[in-house]
Nanobody, 121 residues
Framework: QVQLVESGGGLVQAGASLRLSCAASGRFFSINDMGWYRQAPGKQRELVAVVTSGETTTYAHSVKGRFTISRDNAKNTINLQMNSLEPEDTAVYYC???????????????WGQGTQVTVSS
């Protein structure tokens, strides 16, 4: 079983910074992409940033230049440094990992439980 544990959410004022962390644990063979998604009330879940195992990154247009995703393959962790936060960034942030639990399995998506980020104006 694979577990993803997020940390680092909170309540901040507009313009502040937060750093989210996600650690993958359990029994697995390899992890492909890891990323952050968010879901605001009444909206669909959306991609924020993704990093591949080769550390190629992709960002949503709305966060480009403000957020930075990083990855430590040795520790199976990713971080999301969020700067210049805006009220529109308020959402529950979810970590996702694309994991193969054994050499013979298909890659599957695993999700964390989510962490709340609230940005006040």
């Amino acid at each position: 079983q694979v577990q993803l544990v997020e940390s680092g959410g909170g309540l901040v004022q507009a313009g502040a910074s937060l750093r989210l962390s996600c650690a993958a644990s359990g029994r697995f063979f390899s992890i492909n992409d890891m990323g952050w998604y968010r879901q605001a009330p009444g909206k669909q879940r959306e991609l924020v940033a993704v990093v591949t195992s080769g550390e190629t990154t992709t960002y949503a247009h709305s966060v480009k230049g403000r957020f930075t995703i990083s990855r430590d393959n040795a520790k199976n962790t990713i971080n999301l440094q969020m700067n210049s936060l805006e009220p529109e960034d308020t959402a529950v942030y979810y970590c996702k990992a694309v994991v193969r639990t054994t050499l013979w399995d298909q890659f599957r998506d695993y999700w964390g439980q989510g962490t709340q980020v609230t940005v006040s104006s």
